[in-house]
T-cell receptor, first 114, second 116 residues
Framework: AQSVAQPEDQVNVAEGNPLTVKCTYS??????LFWYVQYPNRGLQFLLK??????LVKGSYGFEAEFNKSQTSFHLKKPSALVSDSALYFC????????????FGKGTMLLVSP | NAGVTQTPKFQVLKTGQSMTLQCAQD?????MSWYRQDPGMGLRLIHY???????DQGEVPNGYNVSRSTTEDFPLRLLSAAPSQTSVYFC???????????????FGEGSRLTVL
């Protein structure tokens, strides 16, 4: 079975500082990995995905994520946080084979202070 | 282009009542799904469909029914509501390029359901 762990319920960072939101996964074989963001009272929005190739993936709003196969991690990063980045972030994984569905982590609340 | 549209946005039910959450997408996506979001639980998959006439169960299907008669619509039915079904429900769809299933999901705005 596939699973995702987001070890931090909340991450606090000051505006202008770099941010990292952690994600580790468990899946049979090679994974597809995704990050989504949810603003208050809204649906989730796609940020970025890892399919294959370069381990550093760049996405929307200046976010990027690094795939590390040996550590089974896919941490979300941004060099300089904005107050408007404050939101709930979800990591998700699915297996490459067959009709596998997407499994989400429990989410990490990112709070960026002015 | 409306994307994924969910109705209603809010609903209050009494235990034992039935209702249908509607979901429609105008992107010609083959894959559609329903998730529920609960505090501290993340998103859990209820049911999904890979095309008209084809549905399958997700992680938490009990108490819910679905059907897919058209590509555009994927309603979620609660036959006899229970307080444990109090949640925020999200419909999501995806384009399925050949050999890839699914791609990134497009989500609706959510339906907040309270069962008393």
């Amino acid at each position: 079975a596939q699973s995702v762990a987001q070890p931090e319920d909340q991450v606090n960072v000051a505006e202008g500082n770099p941010l990292t939101v952690k994600c580790t996964y468990s899946v049979s074989g090679n994974p597809y990995l995704f990050w989504y963001v949810q603003y208050p009272n809204r649906g989730l929005q796609f940020l970025l995905k890892y399919i294959t190739g370069d381990n550093l993936v760049k996405g929307s709003y200046g976010f990027e994520a690094e795939f590390n196969k040996s550590q089974t991690s896919f941490h979300l990063k941004k060099p300089s946080a904005l107050v408007s980045d404050s939101a709930l972030y979800f990591c998700a994984v699915r297996e490459r084979s067959g009709y596998s569905t997407l499994t989400f982590g429990k989410g990490t609340m990112l709070l960026v202070s002015p | 282009n409306a994307g994924v549209t969910q109705t209603p946005k809010f609903q209050v039910l009494k235990t034992g009542q039935s209702m249908t959450l509607q979901c429609a997408q105008d992107m010609n996506h083959e894959y559609m799904s329903w998730y529920r979001q609960d505090p501290g639980m993340g998103l859990r998959l209820i049911h999904y469909s890979v095309g008209a006439g084809i549905t399958d169960q997700g992680e938490v299907p009990n108490g819910y029914n679905v059907s897919r008669s058209t590509t555009e619509d994927f309603p979620l039915r609660l036959l006899s509501a229970a307080p444990s079904q109090t949640s925020v429900y999200f419909c999501a769809s995806s384009y399925t390029p050949t050999g890839e299933f699914p791609g990134e999901l497009f989500f609706g705005e959510g339906s907040r359901l309270t069962v008393l």
